[in-house]
């Protein structure tokens, strides 16, 4: 006979054995005296009815079975509370446990003893009457509650059922087994040899041995074994994977171990051996810094241990391209020829002298000091105005690489520093791309958009921003995905934006901003006599020789068919031009030289698009012409006001902002309040007709969002136009913020404002005194013959807008 020792976790072994053996056990075991000797099991629980061999180790339990088998062979099996414990007390026992009887006793050499014992009845403890030198207790038995019927039928067969199918599935418990549950007719009997088969925890055996309902004992373990049959099935499933992966693992070997064979009978290397060899050689040509050459050799040695097949290769593999890619030591030498420098410039952009001026100060630093850091440059204006253009012509002066990096839209702070490569996918941000496209160290880079960048839950990338524009920090720009410094001082940052307003001050104040403002007229005439003609002819397929414009043409274009700060639409229109000349004269037409005039551009561009609408608008009192400074540049804004029978009130509309609103509410009380004095000569009584009239202020293009307070004094001047029934001058527009007090405050966007008042028509412009410095800065040839009135009152804006009396409204 064979025995097992009983384990942690372990399930209790049932042995066949004659039956012969069986009868002598049970008919020895008799009737149950009044107390038993206790020995505690460690990780097991036996069952009535069933024989279980047990490995007894400890001293006073093989004391307790050397007394057993010297008297009557009885005693009580009873679970540990604490497998841990060598000598349990009464306290670390269940109180419910199997009478039996020791059938068979084996000793064995190392001095322990194994004995069979046939479970015969479950018992409760009772009083304990020793402990020393082992543990004795009275019992008193626990019969079944056994109430035969249907349901107790069919939760027998769900039982055997149930178990058949895992006996199937594992292959610990013997197929004798299956045969064994199927005859056992008895229910309760049942339920203890499908329990005491199992492995399962301890706590839910001695659960199954305590409940004395059979029916409630069978439910139980049904749903024991429903549990057990699912988890079983599905670490088959997990095994059954794991064999394919293997055995696709194995199949890969064994065919790349044939192909090394192969490779090594024809005389060819190792194609790994040869990739890491030539990445080796990469990495001593780098002259890659330090830093850099121990993380190139770290991530070489563990390409090296790992097979081409395995994930991680790809990922290490990409790293190192990426680090051998970048122009650590490669650099441009500076031309440092200051006319040169000069001549690029006036080549590329037509007037801009403030940055052509702060380029060639960069190279005469340069010149005598060559390690200064490059200037970090912030080009803001308008759209069109060439602000992306200088980027690259700067560079073709400086004879350096140039990049392009779009950042508008860009809301992830990784599009700047880059993803960790613990990401699928991980690649470096876009400085890094930049760098590697660039091949050396000092390209110019020029950010484009930067005042469009956003924000989200995925970070702020005008944060990261601040490190790379930052010249104190960006000598040691740290990427998330090469996780290495590398020296961004040497290159040269030009950022560029519509708007200074979204960028966040912290990143604004690490620039050098340089204002762009928008062209004149005449300045738009020489870019396009220059630049523009030339480009469009030549894209368009044609000849210097077949197509030329007058100033004539050009200027009709630019004030019938463009109306923007810059030139783009102006461009556009050209190539327009261009494009119906060349489709004249590749259907056939004459193929001589085409003087574009004003007549010819406008039969090709057709009807006219813009208007000079002043002189039309302020032929009726109660309208007045403002200047307004938008992101795209100045523009022409009309103030209109009418009156109707009321009682005084004032509506406001052309969906105005708050500030807006404010100030049509202050030219209004300033005017009642102070009319005798804005408003000489008028006849009758002024209060009574504020307060016999309902005024309507209206701001046209109503679907364009306004706001700001620099429409101030266009809005009183509407208003005393239209109380006093004095027209405003067709040829004046004007600008500023008033006070309650009558005076009229500086406004910002003076240049941008008085271009647009150029392409209108206006001959005058009305403005603040105190920003007569700010109109000194313009140059004299950009404002043309535009004439500027410099006011500090209220009353001094009146006399220089408003006409001689003509009519009075009463």
Known sequence: MQFEEDAPGGGSPIEIVSTEEIEDAIAAGGELPAALPVLPLR?????????????????????????????????????????????????????VGVAGVVARMLKVPDGSIRILVQGTKRVRLGRYVATQPYLIATVEEMPDELEPGPELEALTRNVQRTFSEIIEEIPYLPEELQLAVTNVDDPSALAHLIAGALRIPTAEKQEILEEVDVGVRLRRLSEILARELEVIKLGTQIQSQVQEGIDKGQREYYLREQLRAIQAELGEGDEQQAEINELRERVEAAGLPEQARKAADRELGRLERLPPAAAEYGVIRTYLDWLLDLPWNARTEDDLDMKHAREVLDADHYDLEQIKDRILEYLAVRKLRPESSGPILCFVGPPGVGKTSLGRSIARALGRSFERISVGGVRDEAEIRGHRRTYVGAMPGTIVRALRDAGSRNPVFMIDEIDKMGADFRGDPASAMLEVLDPAQNDAFRDHYLDLDFDLSEVIFIATANVLDPIPPPLRDRMEVIQLSGYTVDEKLHIARRYLVPRQVRENGLKATQASFTDAALRAIIEEYTREAGV?????????????????????????????????????????????????????????????????????????????????????????G????????????????????????????????????????????????????????????????????????????????????????????????????????????????????EISEIPTEELGDLEFVYVNEVDDALAAALEEVKRRRR
């Not at 259907?587 to 002189?615: D, I, N, Q």
């Not at 006093?724 to 913020?737: C, F, I, K, Q």
């Not at 006070?739 to 206006?762: H, M």
């Open 43 to 95: 990780d097991m629980v036996t069952y009535p009815g069933t024989l279980t061999p047990l490995a007894v180790g400890q001293e006073r339990s093989i004391k307790l079975i050397d007394d057993v088998l010297s008297g009557d062979r009885g005693l009580v099996m009873v679970a540990s509370k604490d497998p841990e414990l060598d000598e349990p007390g009464p306290d670390d026992i269940e109180q």
């Open 658 to 773: 708050d500030v807006m609103r404010e100030s049509a509410q202050a030219a209004l009380s300033l005017l009642r309040g102070e009319a005798a004095e804005f408003l000489p000569g008028y006849e009758g009584d002024p209060a009574a007709w504020f307060a016999e009239h309902d005024i309507h202020l209206h701001v046209p293009a109503g679907a364009v969002p306004k706001d700001g307070p620099s429409a101030g004094v266009a809005m009183v001047t509407a208003l005393a136009s239209l109380v006093s029934g004095r027209p405003v001058h067709n040829d004046v527009a004007m600008t500023g913020e008033i006070t309650l007090t009558g005076q009229v405050l500086p406004v910002g966007g003076l240049k941008e404002k008085s271009l647009a008042a150029q392409r209108a028509g206006i001959k005058r412009v009305i403005v603040p005194d105190r920003n007569e410095g």
């Open 568 to 656: 783009r639409s102006l461009e556009r229109q050209i190539g327009t031009v261009c494009r119906k000349l060349a489709r004249r004269i590749a259907e056939g037409g004459s193929a001589g030289r085409t003087s574009v005039s004003a007549k010819l551009a406008r039969e090709l561009l057709g009807r006219r698009l813009y208007f000079s609408e002043a002189r039309r608008r302020t032929r009726r009192p109660g309208v007045a012409t403002g200047l307004a400074w938008t992101p795209v540049g100045g523009e022409v804004l009309f103030i209109e006001a009418t009156a109707m029978p009321g009682s005084g009130k004032l509506t406001i509309t052309g969906q105005l």
